[in-house]
């Protein structure tokens, strides 16, 4: 009996090793660079928007964390919701300039929505990798709410 | 120069000078004490500076948690005070305000900056909103809320000002905060600026933080108190405080002057407790530790060190007394080895030497004894010295007897005045009367040289060809051992004398020998005690018994009497009635057998008897100390 216990507390153990590893391995990974996307400072974003009044500025990140704070003019579609006719609404054309940032460099939701796009086609893609995070640290202008 | 004047002051003669009553034993303990102190003062010492360094580590880490509490509640501050000017920079209406520069705008703008004031924002409870007040993009003041305090200046603190200006292309859009003074009161300023992306002008809000400083004990979990530069107490802790430790830090504006003393109070009572307990048992500790040490070195100083250094004490001191053969043991450490290898040397030869010295004195005193002359050898005091057989012969008394007396006993009156006229200084040959023991005169002729060795002086004084008064002797004309012979052997003895007083003649009790302080004290003690108990035997003998003293003389056979000049005297029992007659050696068995004689003679109790009995007590009890 006693030896049955001890195999099971054994098994127990081998398993919930396994299991955490297997699970640090399977966390996403934000990638350094992604294909077909130009990655753009805060201060970049800045001129961006001041050279190109037709820049779409895509916020990923969900409503809530939308209202709380934003990049001006920036629209709010979540990587989940995002779809062709989203962006065709919102762009002219594939060679439209889109811009797509989300809570910072561990957040996959920018990156999902770019690989998206330049599935779709879209050719003209920013990513503003530091994301919110940059943004808010480095005390740039935010539109509160809905405004 | 301190040192110089101490080292002065101290009277080292006097110290070194008493330090033969010292034992090493005592110097053992007193040098062991003496660390064993410094050992516990410096644990006291080192126990109240561990306090010290502890409490100020406890400050220091304080401090430094003060410090971090207060960026973290100013940065707090700082999020709320962000928010609530971006929310003003949004508002499209005061945009258009300062876009358009509107105449009469400025009471729409005084309008919209009252409007937190009045209808409070989002966090409006965290912050102690002061002012509020719009810029235009080259900085120059627009408008303020007529709600709050007044700034003076109508301008940006001079460092914010100086920031902002030099500011260029993005970096104009960065918020920015600034802790500043106004008129010495600290204020904490965001500038914020309006439009967004598309910068109009800058929205400074301005607040009070002592509200959010006196939040840090929510931090800290200890009491705080915030102070402004001067003193004054601007939030106070409602805890009692005063058995708490302060520690104070102090919270600069952006340019580096103070701005606010907070202080945060720490409860070491846990920790004055615990080094209380450390230190009671860190000096327990080096008690214990000092007096086990002491214990054990005193063992280790008894075995290698006091028990070898007490035998050979011991050892000299037994031969000092005379007992030359001894042996020290000579296991031990390696210098008492030596001393004791060294010891046992010397005794060796002091044995050797004293042997020698011993023959020699026999064959002398043999070589003396040959002659039939009388050689007698005096000490400059008149003290018999030696006597050879022949001069035991002439006199009748028996060995011990003839050192019981002086000059003046075995020669009649004018034969002393004429050694004593004669000084003594030189060799001379003269006819002396000498009194024997059976009261005869015997008219001798006499050789009497003068002596002197190592210091000792005396006399030798040969006779020979002796002759009862009726007869004069004549003068001799030869002697089988010349006078040179005789003086040589005395000179000899004399030293021998001078320097092994002890072992004189090898009859030890008959020799007047050198004695200490003690014993002369007892000698003298003694002498009393005899002339004491001579004189009550006589005073009962005479009174209680009626008898006379020539009769105790005669009767008792213990004392000689003399026939001088046809008339019996009893001149030896008369030296024991007076003090200064006494001898210095006196026969006190004599003494106790003529009191014993006395009392015997008695068959009733008398007044005098008791103290007869009693002086005689005493005088057994003398002799039993003194020997």
């Not at chain 2, 000689?560 to 009635?577: A, E, H, M, Q």
Request: charged fraction near 20%.
């Amino acid at each position: 009996m006693i030896r049955d216990k001890r195999l099971i507390a054994l098994v127990s153990i081998i398993l919930f090793f396994v299991s955490t590893n297997s699970f640090s391995e399977s966390q996403p990974v934000v990638p350094e660079h992604i294909e077909g996307a130009v990655i753009v400072s805060a201060e970049e974003l800045i001129k961006l928007v001041y050279s190109n009044s037709k820049l779409l500025i895509v916020d990923s990140r969900k409503k809530s964390e939308f209202l709380k704070g934003h990049i001006e003019g920036a629209v709010n579609i979540v990587d989940t919701e995002i779809s062709r006719n989203v962006l065709e609404k919102n762009l002219s054309s594939k060679s439209s300039a889109v811009l797509f940032y989300c809570n910072g460099p561990r957040c996959m939701r920018s990156s999902n929505s770019i690989y998206k796009a330049l599935d779709w086609g879209y050719q003209n893609i920013f990513w503003f990798r530091g994301g919110w995070h940059e943004w808010s640290s480095k005390k740039l202008p935010v539109v509160l709410g809905g405004q | 120069m301190v040192l110089k004047k101490i080292t002065s002051c101290i009277r080292w003669p006097v110290i070194f000078m008493r330090v033969e009553s010292f034992s090493i034993k005592q110097i053992t303990i007193a040098i062991f004490l003496m660390i064993g102190i410094a050992a516990i003062v410096l644990s006291l010492f080192a126990g109240g500076y561990f306090r010290k360094a502890a409490l100020d580590a406890q400050v220091k880490s304080l401090s430094r948690v003060i410090e971090v509490a207060t960026e973290e509640k100013l940065k707090e501050v700082r999020k709320n005070t962000f928010n609530l000017g971006m929310e003003i920079g949004n508002n499209r209406e005061l945009q258009e305000i300062i876009k358009q520069s509107q105449e009469g705008g400025a009471d729409q703008l005084v309008s919209i900056l009252d409007d937190p004031f009045v209808s409070g924002f989002v966090g409006f409870s965290e912050l102690s909103l002061q002012k509020i007040r719009l810029f235009n993009i080259d900085l120059e003041l627009i408008a303020e809320s007529s709600k709050g305090i007044s700034i003076s200046g109508g301008s940006l603190s001079e460092y914010l000002q100086q920031l902002l200006l030099q500011r260029y292309g993005v970096d104009r859009l960065k918020a920015q905060d600034s802790l500043w003074l106004e008129k010495s009161k600290p204020l904490l300023s965001t500038v914020v600026p309006i439009g967004g992306l598309h910068i109009v002008g800058y929205v400074e809000v301005v607040i009070d933080p002592v509200l959010n400083l006196s939040d840090i004990s929510q931090i800290t979990q200890t009491p705080v108190s915030v102070f402004s530069t001067n003193g004054r107490a601007l939030s106070l802790t409602q805890s009692d405080v005063s058995s708490y430790l302060p520690v104070s830090y102090t919270l600069l504006t952006s340019q580096g002057d103070a701005a606010f003393r907070i202080i945060g109070y720490e409860n070491v009572s846990h920790l004055n407790s615990e080094m209380q307990v450390t230190q009671i048992v860190t000096t327990s500790g080096f008690l214990l530790l000092t007096l086990s040490v002491l214990l054990f070195a005193l063992w280790l100083f008894k075995i290698f060190l006091l028990q070898p250094m007490k035998n050979l004490i011991g050892s000299m001191e037994q031969m000092a007394g005379g007992q030359l053969d001894l042996e020290v043991n000579e296991k031990g450490l390696k210098e008492f080895s030596i001393l004791a290898t060294s010891f046992n040397t010397m005794s060796d030869q002091v044995r050797i030497r004293s042997q020698a010295l011993h023959e020699t004195q026999e064959r002398l005193l043999h070589l003396l004894d040959l002659d039939d002359s009388a050689i007698l050898f005096f000490a400059e005091s008149d003290e018999l010295l030696y006597c050879n057989k022949g001069a035991i012969k002439l006199f009748g008394y028996d060995r011990a007897e003839m050192f019981e007396f002086e000059l003046s006993e075995f020669f009649t009156e004018g034969s002393v005045k004429v050694l004593q006229d004669a000084g003594l200084t030189h060799n001379f040959q003269t006819p002396l009367e000498c009194m024997t023991y059976s009261g005869e005169v015997l008219k001798t002729e006499a050789l009497i040289s003068a002596l002197t060795a190592s210091g000792e002086s005396g006399f030798a004084i040969v006779l020979r060809g002796a002759q009862h008064t009726s007869k004069q002797v004549g003068k001799e004309s030869g002697t089988d051992i010349p006078l040179q012979d005789v003086e040589r052997s005395l000179r000899r003895i004399l030293e021998i004398a001078s320097n092994n007083p002890g072992v004189l003649l090898g009859d030890d009790s008959a020799v007047p020998v050198k004695s200490d302080d003690k014993s002369g004290k007892d000698k003298a003690v003694l002498r009393q005690q005899v002339v004491s108990v001579m004189n009550l035997s006589l005073e009962v003998w005479e009174h209680d018994l009626n008898r006379s003293k020539l009769a105790l003389a005669e009767e008792s056979k213990i004392w000689p009497v003399y026939i001088d000049k046809s008339t019996p005297t009893t001149r030896t029992l008369d030296k024991y009635l007076q003090l200064d007659s006494c001898p210095k050696n006196p026969r006190c068995q004599r003494v106790i057998d003529t009191a014993e004689y006395v009392l015997k003679q008695m068959d009733q109790q008398t007044a005098g008897q008791q103290k007869l009995i009693q002086a005689l007590n005493q005088l057994r009890d003398s002799i039993a100390g003194v020997q």
